[in-house]
């Protein structure tokens, strides 16, 4: 079994997102390409609130999740 770094995931992920692929197509396709369920990498996803945050965000405009309360800015 290889085992995978949460930290190179994280900096993959970003990368796609920085070629403009969506956070959420950007995980499913890396879990894809690695040939691991996405269940697995929920445990990287869950270890950095900032990357966590940017993918609830998104999921929230794509109306996936329910909005959360938010503080104004």
């Not at 959420?24 to 369920?37: F, G, L, Q, R």
Request: glycine residues 4%.
């Amino acid at each position: 079994m290889i085992l995978f770094d949460g930290q190179r995931f994280i900096d993959e992920i970003e990368n796609m997102r920085n070629n403009g692929i969506e956070y959420i197509d950007a995980v499913i396709h890396w879990c894809e390409k690695n040939k691991i369920e996405v269940e697995y990498v929920a445990s990287f996803i869950k270890k950095d609130p900032v990357f966590k945050s940017k993918l609830q965000e998104e999921a929230e405009n794509l109306n996936i999740l329910k909005r959360g309360a938010r503080l104004p800015l």
